[in-house]
């Protein structure tokens, strides 16, 4: 089969887009997904924390709980919250548009405005909304950590004890980070 280069020289001058905008695009879109699974990761530390471990067995099952929890999709991790009872109307409808915009991004974002790519304000609105998206999913990971906070400390906890935990976690990881590139 031929394909006829005249068709081709069209058709690539109607697609090309400059590398920087992808790469300005590709690094917003990792933001906003690296900022998105730090808000899923405190939801679901919140819910199997603060919310379904028992004190009994805590320091048994925390992280196996975490674990378990961080499984579900942030839709399931909302509508255990609503069961739960611990949102209000504000706070559910904030939540419910985070995880409308973040499925947006995973999952449409190309096929619903992949065209913005071709002209500077449509990509500019589309940079805007991935950054909002960025910005209230990072204010909402920092309120569900405020929240795991001052629970940990209602339970008897210092805050001491809480950055020793935290610095121990946080070495680990490292550890663990560097024992895979060896």
Not at 98 to 117: K, P, S, T
């Amino acid at each position: 089969m031929t394909v006829n280069p005249e068709y081709l020289r069209r058709a690539r001058d109607l697609v090309s887009v400059s590398p920087v905008v992808y790469q300005t695009l590709f690094m917003k879109v990792g933001e906003a997904l690296w900022h998105v699974q730090h808000f899923e990761y405190s939801m679901a530390y919140y819910l199997a924390t603060v919310l379904d471990l028992s004190k009994a067995d805590a320091a048994q099952r925390t992280w196996e709980l975490v674990d378990s929890t961080r499984k579900k999709t942030s839709g399931e991790l909302l509508k255990r919250l609503r069961v739960k009872g611990v949102l209000s109307p504000e706070g559910d409808a904030a939540l419910t548009e985070l995880i409308r915009e973040r499925n947006w991004l995973v999952h449409r974002l190309q096929e619903e405005d992949g065209d913005a790519v071709f002209g500077d304000e449509t990509l500019s609105g589309l940079l805007l909304r991935i950054e909002r998206l960025r910005k209230t999913a990072l204010g909402a990971q920092k309120e569900f950590a405020r929240l795991v906070l001052e629970w940990t400390k209602r339970q008897g906890v210092s805050q001491e004890q809480i950055d020793e935990v935290s610095l121990l976690e946080l070495s680990r990881k490292r550890k663990k980070i560097s024992c895979t590139k060896s």
